[in-house]
């Protein structure tokens, strides 16, 4: 079964930090998501990696996938209290296209 | 605006009730999804339906009944819930879960709480 861990699951930072959200799944996958969800609301499709070694960035947030080492990183710099929101990965694993695995969400505080 | 829609936003129901969820997507997609969210848990995925036939259910409840008349249309059916059922119960959907590039939307979700 595939599994979808991401850490830390709680982050609490200074406007103008950087950091990482980690994200780990334990199966092959051919594509990886990042969401973001305010409170109350939907969740937002921030991007779509598909590829070993793929890198897409927007605006202060980059994110990163290693296929071999099944992890994905997305990367804030110069956090703004904008940024403030629960972030979630999810995977889809080769042998099933129809089935999107959610991490359990990394909660980002930014503090002016 | 995501372009999916779903209703009622907020649902509060007896354990003996019978009610229903609806979401509607303006996409053009072919295929779509309900996940549950619980508080401190991952999104969990309950069901998929692609071209209107269910490709997936996640070991789910029989008191949670799915059904999607069209391409556009998924329904959740709800009945003798318990009160753990309570959750943001989000719709999704997406162009083909067979496309490599192929991106979910999700809509606003719909809060229940099981008394």
């Known amino acids: 079964e595939l599994k979808v861990e991401q850490n830390p699951l709680f982050l609490s930072m200074q406007e103008g930090k950087n950091y990482t959200i980690y994200c780990n799944y334990s199966t092959t996958s051919d594509r990886l998501y990042w969401y973001r969800q305010d409170p109350g609301k939907s969740l937002e499709s921030l991007f779509v990696l598909l590829s070993n070694g793929a890198v897409k960035q927007e605006g202060r947030l980059m994110a990163s996938l290693d296929t071999k080492a099944r992890l994905s990183t997305l990367h804030i710099t110069a956090a703004v209290h904008d940024l403030s929101a629960t972030y979630f990965c999810a995977v889809v694993p080769s042998s099933n296209t129809g089935k999107l695995i959610f991490g359990q969400g990394t909660t980002l505080q930014v503090k002016p | 605006e995501t372009g999916v829609t779903q209703t009622p936003r907020h649902l509060v129901m007896g354990m003996t009730n019978k009610k229903s969820l609806k979401c509607e997507q303006h996409?053009?997609?072919?295929?779509m999804y309900w996940y549950k969210q619980s508080a401190k848990k991952p999104l969990e995925l309950m069901f998929v339906y692609n071209f209107k036939e269910q490709t997936e259910n996640n070991s789910v409840p029989s008191r949670f009944s799915p059904e999607c008349p069209n391409s556009s249309h998924l329904f959740l059916h709800l009945h003798t819930l318990q009160p753990e059922d309570s959750a943001l119960y989000l719709c999704?959907?997406?162009?083909?879960?067979?496309?490599?590039?192929?991106?979910?939307?999700f809509g606003q979700g719909t809060r229940l709480t099981v008394v």
């Open positions: 999704a959907s997406s162009q083909d879960p067979g496309r490599l590039n192929t991106e979910a939307f």
């Open positions: 996409l053009g997609h072919n295929a």
